[in-house]
């Protein structure tokens, strides 16, 4: 056989034997003891060989890692005749009937197949640098992880996350409490930097929805609880954060700033994502600023073109 190379395409994810490939689908693959032909009977997982890592769309097959026909799939996202089902250890297994794409030699067929998949989940990794201030700064990327990688990582990003947004929070509660009502008489030089804090905090809070939403699912009895300090040393004095640059990497023992985040016996037990009812005058004042500003934005560039 020779060496090929198979792309899952839009609307596929690629899934491998865990009798082939074991469990826990990150970093560079390792074989279940003697590599066997896989079957459909086999529980899969997100994730497939290539190249020496794990891809979501991508494998090798022939003499690659796949080396029998059913080792890794290419498997419909979504697919309606599915349900998930919980494990002993809490974890989930996606159980159903999926499209299947897979190569059989140099043929590829699609067909529906029932299969066990363990999915992975989504979590939001903020460099450990990260300025929220900073209108330029990087937010870093959304990684998809088995459950045991998912609830490891969790404790330090979930700290991360909330103390970013607390930051934000306060920042755009100062400027909504002083400029609502007069957002002309906010500075020019702070328009666009309060636009991309208001921006930031509303795509953050939607990741950290999911995130307390998929800690509450993957964690055995109550969600995973996690440090109820920021993992950056706390600001000095009362000045207002810098707009650019970068601050001290984030570190596990490293206890700064409170968390706002929802407390129990002394550990934060979920976190808060000012999506609250007690949020919603925050939440308001925010769009009603933000619509002035971009209002502003919008005829300061009209006069500009006029200029």
């Known amino acids: 056989a020779g060496h090929f190379v198979n ?35 086999d529980t899969y997982e997100w994730g497939c060989p290539f190249h020496g890592r794990f891809d979501s769309s991508r494998y090798e097959s022939g003499r690659g890692a796949c080396r029998y026909d059913a080792d890794c799939l290419c498997v419909g996202r979504g697919s309606p005749d599915t349900r998930t089902v919980k494990t002993n250890d809490g974890g989930e297994v996606v159980v159903g009937q999926f ?9 590829v067929v699609v067909e529906p197949v029932t299969l066990r998949v363990v999915p992975h989940y989504r979590l939001r990794r903020l460099p450990d640098t990260v300025n929220p201030h900073d209108p330029h700064a990087d937010l870093g990327e959304t990684e998809e992880l088995p459950r045991v990688a998912w609830l490891s990582a969790y404790g330090l990003e979930a700290r991360k996350l909330q103390s970013v947004l607390d930051d934000l929070r306060n920042a755009i509660q100062w400027h909504v409490t002083r400029y609502a009502q007069d957002a002309d008489s906010l500075p020019p030089e702070e328009v666009g930097p309060l636009l991309a804090r208001i921006r930031r905090f509303e795509l953050l809070s939607g990741e950290c929805a999911a995130a307390r939403d998929t800690a509450a699912a993957l964690s055995l009895s109550s969600p995973a609880p996690f440090e109820p300090t920021a993992p950056w040393p706390a600001a000095k004095g009362s000045r207002r954060p810098e707009w650019v640059g970068l601050r001290p990497e984030a570190a596990k ?36 600023l933000k619509a002035k500003l971009l209002s502003r934005f919008k005829d300061d560039g009209e006069q500009s073109g006029e200029a």
């Open 7 to 41: 792309f899952c395409p839009e609307g596929f994810r690629c899934v491998s034997s865990q009798g082939s490939f074991g469990a826990g689908h990150i970093g560079a693959p390792t074989f279940a003891g003697e590599h066997r032909p896989s079957t459909d009977r």
């Open 99 to 107: 499209r299947s794409m897979r190569s059989k030699g140099e043929e």
């Open 253 to 288: 023992d490293t206890h700064g700033a409170p968390l706002g985040c929802e407390k129990a016996a002394g550990k934060c037990k979920a976190l808060n994502c000012y999506g609250r009812p007690e949020d919603a005058e925050l939440r308001s004042g925010m769009s009603e």
